[in-house]
């Protein structure tokens, strides 16, 4: 058991520390990088950064999700929005950049390990109830 209780929190920190300096250079470079090998993902990202808002909005939620993971305060909560980012990047690797991918995919192995853990906090919202 205290083999879990070290793996879970190595994972949990890392995580946690790789979500925070991740959101901290989106703010300071401004965005993703801007060429690809892929000229569907280059257009892609560049479409996001051109909205404006979207950057920095990813950024500051990375931020708050990592140091939620840091804390370990409101841990389901943050698993809960972070697992949508965690699924993006899946998705935008699978499809649009495969050989890169690497990364997106233990982040997102991360991320579900960490929800597997915390799943007696989501019991609640897992049982199927009828509101009155």
Do not use: W
Not at 42 to 58: C, D, K, Q, R, S
Not at 115 to 124: A, E, F, G, Q, T
């Amino acid at each position: 058991m205290k083999n879990n209780n070290i793996l879970y929190t190595m994972i949990r920190l890392f995580l946690g520390i790789a979500m925070i300096g991740s959101g901290a250079m989106m703010l300071v470079i401004s965005g993703f990088p801007t060429e690809y090998e892929n000229a569907t993902a280059t257009l892609y990202m560049n479409a996001m950064e051109e909205t404006v808002y979207f950057v920095p909005f990813l950024a500051i939620v990375k931020i708050i999700c990592g140091l939620a993971f840091v804390s370990k305060r409101f841990m389901p909560l943050a698993l809960i929005v972070f697992i949508s980012i965690s699924i993006n990047m899946v998705a935008f690797h699978l499809f649009l950049e495969p050989l890169t991918g690497v990364p997106a995919y233990f982040i997102f192995a991360m991320n579900v390990y960490l929800m597997v853990k915390h799943l007696p906090d989501y019991r609640n919202l897992l049982q199927a109830k009828r509101l009155n």
